[in-house]
């Protein structure tokens, strides 16, 4: 670890000018470090905060007045009536020269260009990465979500994908519709229809857009009725040139809208223009004119001046190309279904088109707060960085699609195949196995993707066809860290985060030069290289080369208690299974900005690995972000936490006598009502009490009692551990039946503590609190919302907390939250709150769990799985039944055998 030089010498101010700006700085500061704090930004790749200068990127160079020489900013010292230029002509061309470098190198893409040159956006490398993997059906249902017919744009689309596929740089492009065509033939088109909404809607115009329109429109629930002149439905797809026409698989592809229930009306006089009004008053909620010459229309939603009348795409609909069509007929349909779900359109265009207004790189920040539909509606025009290629020529599929007359199909070079016979199996996984998947998990992230953007890299005289420098398989090897150092520049982070701050120096350099790549010694697989899975070097990457890996699951489960937003499911998820929810958006924000204001309680305690205590107190501690004032009994918590001259607390801490934790903060309470009634405090402090069940259960309790009953607005919070710990593991009020400690001994006499434990929960919601809880650290959220809870009450609240403690309870510390979880799982330690003497619980396992599991994994409860013990182990059971169906009678909850 680095070591730090602790001085009692005050380091002497000076003044330095930094982009024309009089700034301040302190001796032995950085230029970069100064520049950091006043908001100048100063790129730098190989820099990390808190660690000695690298100096290795050189993007930090900058320029210092009377010196011929740029100077690096993370290893030059302010030096008093120094100027420098940050972004002078001569360091902003030095940097560019030092990017293309790192483009040249970097053989990683940030987003594939196919998706956005699509007009539906379908997700390729999705469907790609599916295709490859045999997964027809999964490749399917990707595609049918931005694109519902497959088969039929598999033969007459134009293919702008292909056009800027990224393979064709090295090869040829991938023949990414001739595979749509595949889907369509081996997988039988379905449409799954949504819950009936009861609404109508009516397309004018049974062409590619209008089709599309019923599609979408059919599978949110409403009904549907398309009406056109023409006899049967198609538009230019039946009746346009014989040579552009998809052939039998049209009527294939139509039959899932009918079956759906869309009712198609041939030769119809309503199909024109002056109609819409005409079906609005006969019914309809909503009107679509699809059928071409439109009223103006808003290019986001389709909306017209008209209420309730949607024109597909604006004006035009006939000249555009078929997938443009069915693209338009898509966004219709979603803004026609967010509409009639009571959706401000006038809102939605608005910010749709803020949006598009925004540079990319802001696009890609403010993405992730859009609503569903929004992000579906979302245009964005991304920038393509000119970047190294990683890819080998590779033998691709050459069948090329032949209409009756033997002319190629729409020209294209992905149109389809030589031959009647449909493409095999074979032949679809080897041309999806030539995608490159230009994805980067790290999109919007990256450092080196910002400063390309920033110094406008999209050209890149270094980067040539066949110019490869060094090519690296991606490293799978381990279960949560994947490896892509193709992605790398070999800025050092992560060798020296992993060696000077984590500890365990898994990386290293090795070859010279451009040659030069980072990896685990001897090339052995990271899980072997004494890695401890800390994560620190992926957070520290500037390049996207180290990324968390996304496991592939035969089975799962779900634990909603264990979530903490982060969104990253919902991102991955290859086939959208998971989606967000305004809620869900919601619920992630407030949960980030809490985790983002960080904990009251420092690192560097003393407290056991593992322990819960210090847990539960940086969880309580995130229920505020007003001034806190915090008491503390003797016991674990407070003398791991304030052994002198060090502390732990940021905030104003009280050490009081293991009895009088809450008499104290009582006090302090107290006069602080006081101190504000007269007007000397402004600021609205909470009074929090933390108290082992030592401290709480028994010695403290007449003190805890008082306070409640007298009153004083404070939090009461019981760091349960079920012992008194401290000081050698004697039995407390609350320990549990049967538990072994030092003074309660297992022996030929006794199984443990004879006694069950006291409901200390129950005796506060005796005293008459306006709020009592009781939580468990496995569950940040609903530990965090009850703390926030009782601090907003004007009066006394208790919550009590389950602390696996390791070593009373004889447990691996790497258990502590398990155990947590399986002790409310198991209904030992249930999830409710009494609010008001109204119970209700906050979390019931949809199955009761047994109890021994949780007991086996306890050495205080081992003499249970041995003879002649049996007794004690079914009482502590029959205890845990009887208090869970006790609870659930409390708060209204059925009983599983009533």
Known sequence: MRETT????????????????????????????VARREGIDIPALCHEAGMAAWGACRLCLVEVEGSDKLQTACTAKAVAGMVVRTNADRVRARRESYLKMYLSDH??????PCTDACPAH?????????????????????????????????????????????????????????????????????????APSGKRVAIIGAGPAGLSAAWYLAGSGHQVSVYDLNELPGGSLRYGDPQERPGEILDVELQPLWEAGVRFVGKSTLARDDAATTLLEAGFDAVILAAGGQPAANFYTGRTDAKGIFAVAGNGVAEESVIQQVAAGKRSALAVDAWMKGEDLGRLEETLADYAGLPYLEQLKVAAGLSPV??????????????????????????????????????????????????????????????????????????????????????????????????????????????????????????????????????????????????????????????????????SCPTGALTFNERTLDSFRVDESRCIMCKECVGVCPVNALDETERFEEARSQWLELVARGSGLA???????????????RQVLMGSSDPVVVSAATGCLEVSTTIYPYTSWKGSFIHTAFENSAATLSGVETAFRALKKKGLIEDNVKFIAFGGDGGTYDIGLQALSGAMERGHRMLYVCYDNGAYMNTGFQRSGATPVAAWTTTSPVGEE???????????????????????????????????????????????????????????????????????????????????????GEYRLTYRPKVKQPLAPWLKRQGRFAHLFTPGYEDALRQIEEWVDREWKELLRKCGEPIDED
């Open 6 to 33: 602790v001085t009692t010498t005050t380091a002497k101010a000076l003044e330095l000018t930094i982009d024309g700006r009089p700034l301040r700085a302190n001796e032995g500061e950085t230029i970069l470090e």
């Open 107 to 112: 053989n990683a893409y940030c987003e594939a």
């Open 122 to 194: 379908i997700d390729i490398a999705g469907y790609m990465a599916a295709l490859s993997a045999e997964k027809v059906e999964e490749a399917a249902e990707i595609i049918r979500r931005d694109l519902p017919f497959p088969g039929i744009l598999g033969v007459v689309c134009e293919a702008p994908c292909e056009k800027v596929c990224r393979r064709g740089e090295v090869d040829e492009p991938i023949a990414i519709c001739a595979l749509h065509g595949a889907v369509g033939d081996y997988v039988q088109p379905r449409l799954e229809v949504g």
């Open 374 to 539: 929004e992000m579906r509606l979302a245009e964005r025009s991304p920038v393509w960085l000119k970047m190294g290629i990683n890819a080998s020529p590779a033998p691709r599929m050459t069948a090329i699609a032949l209409t009756d007359a033997g002319a190629p199909v729409g020209g294209g070079l992905a149109a389809g195949r030589e031959t009647p016979e449909p493409l095999s199996l074979a032949e679809v996984k080897a041309e999806a196995e030539r995608c490159l998947q230009c994805v980067c998990p790290s999109l919007g992230k990256c450092d080196l993707q910002r400063l390309g953007v920033e110094y406008g890299l999209t050209e890149n005289e270094l980067v040539v066809k066949g110019a490869r420098v060094r090519s690296v398989e991606p490293q799978h090897d381990h279960p949560f860290i994947e490896r892509d150092m193709n992605r790398c520049i070999a800025c050092g982070k992560c060798v020296r985060v992993c060696r000077d701050v984590a500890g365990p120096a898994c990386y290293e350099f090795s070859g010279r030069g451009f040659t030069m790549r980072v990896d685990t010694a001897y090339s052995e697989p990271l899980a072997l290289a004494g890695c401890i899975t800390c994560g620190r070097c992926v957070t």
């Open 603 to 617: 690192g560097g305690h003393r407290m056991c690995a593992g322990c819960g205590a210090p847990i539960v107190v």
């Open 750 to 836: 006794s199984a443990g503590k004879l006694q069950h434990r006291k409901d200390l929960t129950e005796i506060m919601v005796a005293h008459g609190l306006e709020y009592v809880a009781q939580a468990s650290p496995h569950d940040p959220r609903d530990l965090v919302r009850k703390a926030a809870k009782a601090l907003s009450v004007d009066g006394p609240t208790f919550l009590n907390v389950l602390s696996p403690c390791p070593r009373g309870w004889r447990a691996d510390g790497s258990d502590t939250i398990d155990l947590a979880r399986e002790a409310v799982n198991t209904c030992y330690w249930p999830l409710f709150e009494v609010e008001k």
